[in-house]
């Protein structure tokens, strides 16, 4: 009897120091991660419909990653400023854009509007230059290269020349864009010199690469 009433105070006296760490302990930290954090809920959409793709939140205190679905995906995350990039999974060419974002409310609704990169037109003017017109719904973060048969001389633009672009190391002369095309143009100005006389085989040629990498191109003279 005795030892049946020691273990029953032992294990009241095991209670009673698990309540008091929790009370002491526990409970005012799941207090502060309360209110230190909020949830937020988030959805991709795509043509005016509920996407998955990837997504990537950057916080002060880490990153978080995970995936949209049809419905709106609960993540907690610390109040204040945070970052919010859609990424594309397999077979995915969507842009992938960083968006800031104030966390200060309980269950904010972050709706991801995600686009495709769109074709490029272009219209060609000549007088004492080339001017390339250029429009696209949707081409972002524009840089774009020049490349020239032997009789041109003295290829350029008044745009900033950068280091060459992966994947067009073999063309003259790249630049720095610094435009995007959301349904509207931009005018590129080409200035070029000549050796001797150029006929059908000579040519100068553009190509436009958006921040994804895509690109199209265009015989221009």
Known sequence: MKKVITIILICLFLIGIFVFIYYKYELPKKGLL?????????LAEYGGDPIRVGYLIETPMENLRGNTSNFYERVLVPNGG????????????FYENRRFFNITKENTRIDLVISRPQEVE???KENKTIEVEVYSKNFQEVDFCLVWSL???????????VQKIVGF????????????????????????DTLGIPDESDYI?????????????????
């Open 82 to 93: 945070i970052y919010i990039s859609n990424v594309n999974l397999k077979n995915q060419d």
């Open 205 to 221: 040629r553009i190509v436009l690469i958006d921040k994804m990498g895509n690109n199209f191109d265009k015989r221009v003279k």
């Open 151 to 161: 009789n041109y001389l003295f290829v350029h633009t008044k745009y900033t020349q």
């Open 169 to 192: 190391e073999n063309w003259g002369k790249c630049y720095n864009g610094t435009f995007s095309l959301l349904d509207n143009s931009q005018i590129i100005n080409i200035s070029y």
């Open 34 to 42: 309360e209110k230190n954090y909020k949830n937020i809920s988030i």
């Open 122 to 124: 272009f219209l060609v």
